[in-house]
């Protein structure tokens, strides 16, 4: 039985891979300037135009991975708060944590009135994952505060963070008002939600983060299995709940936090990619986890593509395409339960 289940789990992993590998040659050929597969294919090889050059390797390229790293950190923080809460509503976007690390970064460009910020692609990088850990974990710290008594009930958690999401938006935008027409606009574009303007130094920049708290909490995967069970089954089981549960939103916090200092605010995708994900590979955290993962980067891959080309040369903050796919999950979620 075992041997079939991981059987079914290395085949829907496959079977992701070549949609995320199907999407990311559609996404290099596909733009304000066209290039043909086979060019593609010799651009990446070397022997492409100077011009397919620097639109794959500066401008796609670099875009296409920040995405890839983005889904992955916002669908696992996505698994875990779900985990740890115990509610499927439950996510980053939704919890007024993306919304904490987005508002620091703009009370951090509106503070320096400009001098680090030159639009969004030159701001100073290795800046911004700190900004915006900060407010990610400041965001947090307010929720599990308010919400704890006697422990935290996961749907006090819910209720507050969504409290908390909308004040923080409206803080977010009483201090978008106040930059220049031209700083408003660019800001605008990018708490919706946007990998525009990605180069190789944001990559540089998250990728430690996300690389060492995914695995992380693929090592802590079987914590969030007994948590599942239950306050009482799990401390049975010699598990400190508090402890485990505080460690795991650290990990969630800041892998929302830095994923939000590179794209912005984007919603719902923690929410969507964790339930496709269980659908697919059951609720079994060490197979849900990269397999929502995998799904996160899909939709982030796919939806920014859309993004890109639906208005061309215009581009569509990719945190509405996402929203316009994850709303109506919500939704139906919300009916659900």
Known sequence: MNIKKNKKFIMIIGILMVLIFATFLVSLNMGSLSIEPLD?????????????EIAIFKLRLPRIVIGILVGTALAIAGTILQGVT???LADSGILGINSGAALFVVIYIYIMNGNVYDGISNMTIFTMPIVALSGAIFGAFLIYILAWKNGINSSRLLLIGIGINVAFTSLLTIFQLRFTTQEFNRVMAWTSGSIWGASWKYVLAVLPFILIFTLLTIYKSRYLDVLNLGDEVATGLGIEVEKERRRLIIYAVIL???ATSVAGSIGFLGLVAPHIARKLVGPKHKKLIPTAALVGSLILLVSDTIARNLIAPMEIPVGIVVAIIGVPYFIYLMLSE
Do not use: E, M, R, Y
């Open 256 to 258: 929302a936090g830095v």
């Open 40 to 52: 593609v294919i010799k651009t990446l090889v070397g022997q492409g135009s100077k011009s397919h």
């Open 86 to 88: 115990k509610n499927d």
